[in-house]
């Protein structure tokens, strides 16, 4: 199933993407995306509502180094434990919502990630078990203030701001996360390409490692890494992250006033 959330004439809805004979439609889900879904009988074709970010998480939890040449590119070693840090859930905004540059920051960086939403409340779960509590996949930009990220003892700030959390355009739930291509654009120029499979550590183990550590709840987003290629973006820009059998993200960049 393909899960969003949308703007419509009549509100903001969970929905289900589907196919019709006249383009796609997102049919409205009663109340949310999580078990099996209910309907509530209205539809709207998606070219008449608008993309929100498909899920409001309680938090944001981002694997840091995660693919070997991007951790090559910017100096460091390999860990041999997932590296973990959290974006507010403040940080998210949906498709084509622009991401704002602060004044503080000097060079802000696109990161380009596959991003795995949480379905059910967890802890403690085997790696094996992993996609028994899982309800989906999307695509994520970690947008990150990289000089303050070299400043900061750690990354919250430079993580953390406003818009620094693209996600979208919607949530697969029948998707294979192993081994797809992952292409990050600016300005239609490609500056990240890599497939999942090169990543240090995978789904399973990444599932396992944050929930020894945290319950993770229901619509919970989990951020797999980004690959090397990371550049800075400016105003004016548009950034736009694929990932193969997902779709993609796609968002404008502004200087705040």
């Known amino acids: 199933?393909?899960?969003?959330?949308?703007?419509?004439?009549?509100?903001v809805a969970f929905v289900s993407i589907e196919s019709a004979e006249d383009g796609p439609r997102a049919r409205e889900i009663a109340e949310h995306p999580?078990?099996?879904?209910?309907?509530?009988?209205?539809?709207?074709?998606?070219?008449?509502?608008?993309?929100?970010?498909?899920?409001?998480?309680?938090?944001v939890i981002c694997i840091g180094k995660n693919y070997a040449a991007h951790i090559a590119e910017m100096g460091g070693e390999a860990p041999a434990d997932p590296v973990i840090f959290i974006k507010p859930n403040t940080s998210i905004i949906g498709p084509e919502v622009p991401i704002?540059?602060?004044?503080?920051?000097?060079r802000?960086?696109?990161?380009?990630?596959?991003?795995?939403?949480?379905?059910?409340?967890?802890?403690?779960?085997?790696?094996?078990?992993?996609?028994?509590?899982?309800?989906?996949?999307?695509?994520?930009?970690d947008v990150t203030a990289r000089d303050q990220q070299k400043?900061?003892?750690?990354?919250?700030?430079?993580?953390?701001?406003?818009?620094?959390?693209?996600?979208?355009?919607?949530?697969?739930?029948?998707?294979?996360?192993?081994?797809?291509?992952?292409?990050?654009?600016?300005?239609?120029?490609?500056?990240?390409r890599t497939r999942t499979s090169l990543m240090l550590h995978d789904i399973g183990a990444i599932v396992e490692w944050i929930s020894r550590v945290m319950t993770l709840l229901p619509g919970d987003v989990i951020l797999t890494g980004t690959p090397e290629g990371v550049g800075p973006m400016v105003a004016g820009q548009r950034v736009s992250v694929t990932v193969e059998g997902l779709g993609t993200l796609s968002n404008p960049v502004v200087d705040k006033p």
């Open 108 to 141: 802000v960086d696109f990161e380009g990630e596959l991003a795995v939403v949480i379905g059910q409340p967890c802890k403690d779960v085997a790696a094996a078990k992993a996609s028994d509590v899982i309800l989906g996949y999307t695509v994520a930009n």
């Open 34 to 59: 999580f078990g099996t879904p209910t309907f509530t009988g209205r539809s709207w074709a998606l070219a008449d509502v608008r993309l929100l970010a498909p899920i409001l998480a309680s938090k």
């Open 151 to 192: 400043t900061d003892v750690q990354w919250t700030r430079a993580k953390g701001y406003d818009s620094f959390c693209p996600l979208g355009p919607w949530i697969e739930t029948e998707f294979d996360p192993s081994d797809v291509e992952l292409v990050t654009e600016l300005d239609g120029e490609v500056k990240q």
């Open 1 to 11: 199933m393909r899960l969003g959330r949308v703007a419509s004439p009549d509100g």
């Open 100 to 106: 704002v540059r602060p004044p503080s920051s000097e």
